[in-house]
């Protein structure tokens, strides 16, 4: 999904062209939605995960619904990979978030000590910069589906 990785329970029920929906929390409904597997993840590229569920499938699908409208989205405390988490019973944190961050806490550190004159824009441009590359680095292990 570009620089980020999109997280989503994968579920029991199938949209008309036979692919399953997909719950997830995203800016775009900034909500959870259970919604057809084309409209989350589009014409990109398709990677599942490997994630060990700490409850079984039906609860962890009832917890999911059970946010479904209800869950609000926020990039840095509530967003996919924290709902993820969440509803299976893991951890809730998300390693992009905190890659990003101290990735951006690193850029800055850098243009600061490397520029004679480090303006806002200069180092701005280092913590997306950095920021970016960590959030890229810090992707899940991964396999083609």
Same mark, same amino acid.
């Given at each position: 999904m570009g620089t980020y990785q999109h997280w989503s329970i994968v579920t029991d029920q199938y949209c008309q062209f036979g692919k399953p929906k997909l719950i997830s929390a995203t800016r775009r409904n900034k909500t959870v939605r259970e919604e057809p597997w084309d409209v989350v993840v589009g014409?990109?590229?398709?990677?599942?995960?490997?994630?060990?569920?700490?409850?079984?499938?039906?609860?962890?699908?009832?917890?999911?619904?059970?946010?479904?409208?209800?869950?609000?989205?926020?990039?840095?405390?509530?967003?996919?990979?924290?709902?993820? *988490?969440? =509803?299976? +019973?893991?951890? &809730?944190?998300?390693?992009? @978030?905190? *890659?990003? =961050?101290? +990735?951006?806490? &690193?850029?800055?550190?850098? @243009?600061?000590?490397?520029s004679e004159n480090p303006t806002f824009l200069k180092l701005l441009a280092g913590a997306v910069l950095v920021g970016g590359i960590a959030v890229l680095a810090s992707g899940a292990k991964e396999r083609e589906y």
């Open positions: 014409d990109r590229k398709t990677i599942v995960a490997e994630l060990y569920p700490k409850f079984p499938v039906p609860e962890i699908l009832a917890r999911a619904r059970s946010h479904i409208d209800s869950w609000e989205y926020s990039a840095l405390t509530g967003n996919c990979e924290h709902f993820v *988490a969440f =509803v299976t +019973g893991h951890e &809730v944190k998300s390693s992009q @978030v905190r *890659a990003g =961050v101290v +990735g951006a806490t &690193v850029g800055v550190g850098l @243009v600061n000590s490397i």
